[in-house]
């Protein structure tokens, strides 16, 4: 099935247990259907300076029309400066699926 109104909103934490708290928060807020984690190893620069650590990245899959209020509920318990916060469109996937992160969310 092609669909464009689910997207996967990802960002990344330094730590697990700020991860899942986030996750859990905006899962609860349904704002999004569901999140995963995965630890990552992150390459950046950062004020000036390439910099490398651990980082836990948490993809959220969410109706596009509740994009905005997911992003700006991240960035408000978010503890980076400038948290990654991106989105991409889902462009296909399975209808059954589709309709699921429709029902589970506040969308």
């Not at 899942?20 to 630890?39: K, S, Y």
């Not at 836990?56 to 318990?77: M, Y």
């Not at 916060?85 to 399975?94: F, L, N, T």
Request: proline share 5%; net charge negative; hydrophobic share 45%.
């Amino acid at each position: 099935m092609t669909n464009r109104d689910v997207l996967v909103v990802s960002t990344t934490h330094d730590d697990e247990g700020k991860a899942r708290a986030l996750a859990g928060a905006v899962i609860g807020e349904r704002l999004a259907a569901c999140a995963q984690l995965h630890p990552v190893g992150s390459v950046y620069r950062w004020e000036g300076e390439v910099r490398s650590g651990p980082e836990w990245r948490i993809d959220f899959k969410t109706p596009a029309a509740l994009a905005d209020r997911l992003v700006a509920f991240i960035a408000e318990h978010h503890d980076y400066d400038t948290p990654e916060i991106i989105a991409v469109p889902v462009v296909a996937g399975s209808a059954a699926y589709l309709a699921w992160v429709h029902a589970e969310t506040a969308g």
